[in-house]
């Protein structure tokens, strides 16, 4: 007897799809959730059923069939711009300033670095807690 409620992680397995993609689903209403007590969520059975039927384990988050090999096509079916050679030299002038900004950071982080090691070798110095014995 097959059951009436599946947990996420089967019917994960059953539509071949992510956890967050079940929950997606079941938020435009291909899939029906069922809270039982506070943490636990099961889906209902008939409407993995139905999503198998329908064959919507969710394509609109798959690749699509027509991005390259590896490739996956961005939301709405746009591809990636391509440079042309108006766009490259925006593209190396951005790339050039970035570069210097990276350096600048490490250069930055490597401060940082030297003033932690120095305030560690400050604080690690013994100190006596006590002068003259116990407190008393």
Known sequence: MEPILYRVTTAMKKLNVCRATIY?????????????????????????????????????????EKAAPGERQRKGGKSPPTLSPENSKDHEARITALEREVTALRKLITKFNEATDECTKTLSAPASRHRGGRPG
């Open 24 to 64: 997606r689903m079941a938020a435009r209403g291909e899939l029906e959730l069922v809270r039982i007590g506070q943490r636990a969520t099961r889906i209902t059975a008939e409407s993995i059923d139905r999503a198998i039927a329908a064959g919507k384990s969710s394509s609109e988050d798959r690749p699509s």
